[in-house]
């Protein structure tokens, strides 16, 4: 502990007055520069917050585009940015198990705001390490998702009453494009035949989607990224899932190694239908650039890998 805060108060000071190399918006301070600045952990988090704040606040994010918020390793820009910041907004549930030594070395423990405060969590059902543990990905139920937002609504209103107006109106046009978007998935989720809507995936990430559009998750590889250990009687376990229960397609995530689930792939015959976007957005303009667009694009990718086009 003592050795992690030496060495992020050293890159701290080499850094104090260095521009900080940005990849991708969302490690990009967003609006106005003389706005409350806010701070969110990763993509995902960044783009409600920018829904909710609009151009009053400066929001940005500490983990890139395309990095597992899981296993990320802060920096010491990150140690400054942080430090300068009025709020920072996590997601909770040990999704971010790098977080607490970050705020503790940044002394800033009292502008931090747990995103999903108001979201009871499902229990991570699973042998090993994580068991009984909440599962972090509440964000991929949109109903879900109106409880962020009035989280985070209420966090920016504390830090500036001034601009109460604003995030109360650009929340309640967020809810509208949420409940849009869930009725949407809904409709969606129709053009899969019942007995097609099975999940297999890298991570068992996708349980708050599944139980809000019914699905069945079959399996996965990793429990709970990062988990380091793999039983070989999972794998072996759920290959004979994917064969017992003729899964149709598997489903690989953008920020984890795929190579595990392409064994699934080879030893069963279920192909790979493609990566779904759950711990990251897009790149700009790559077609999941903010909440919204992921969802859509993951629904889009789902319906066709499990039957629903044909």
């Known amino acids: 502990m003592r050795i992690f805060y030496l060495l992020v108060l050293l890159g701290y000071l080499l850094t104090a007055c260095s521009p900080e190399a940005i990849s991708g918006i969302p490690n990009q301070a967003d609006t106005a520069a003389d706005g ?8 995902v988090l960044y783009d409600l917050t920018r829904n909710v704040a609009g151009e009053r606040a400066e929001v940005s994010s500490l983990v890139p585009v395309g990095v597992d918020p899981h296993t990320y390793e802060p920096t010491p820009g990150d140690l400054r940015r942080v430090s300068e910041a009025d709020l920072i907004i996590y997601n909770g549930f040990g999704l971010e198990v790098w977080f607490n030594k970050l705020i503790e070395a940044a002394g800033k423990q009292d502008k931090v705001v747990v995103a999903s405060e108001f ?3 499902y229990l991570i059902d699973a042998e090993g390490p994580f068991a009984g543990l909440p599962d972090p990905h509440a964000w991929m139920d949109p109903s879900m998702v109106m409880k962020y937002v009035e989280r985070i609504r209420d966090a920016l209103i504390d830090i500036d009453p001034q601009g109460a107006d604003v995030y109360i109106e650009n929340a309640k046009r967020f809810y509208d494009e949420l409940a849009a978007l869930d009725s949407w998935i809904r409709q969606e989720v129709q053009k899969i035949p019942p007995e097609n809507r099975k999940l297999v995936t890298t991570e068992n990430a996708l349980r708050y989607f599944a139980e809000a559009y ?16 793999i039983p070989a009687r ?13 899964v149709l397609a598997l489903f690989v995530d ?5 190579r595990m689930l392409e064994r699934v792939s080879e030893e069963t015959g ?8 759950i711990d990251s957005l897009s790149e700009p303009g790559d077609g999941a650039d903010s909440y919204l667009a992921m969802m859509r694009a993951n629904v889009e990718l789902l319906v066709e890998g499990l039957g629903g086009r044909q």
Do not use: H
């Open 36 to 43: 409350p600045k806010v701070i969110t952990t990763y993509s």
């Open 119 to 121: 979201v009871t969590p």
């Open 214 to 229: 019914g699905f069945e998750i079959v399996g996965w590889i990793y429990t709970l990224a990062p988990e380091e250990d």
């Open 234 to 246: 999972r794998l072996a376990d759920l290959i004979e899932q994917v064969r017992n229960k003729e």
């Open 254 to 258: 953008v920020t984890l190694n795929p």
């Open 270 to 277: 279920a192909p790979i239908a493609g990566s779904l976007y």
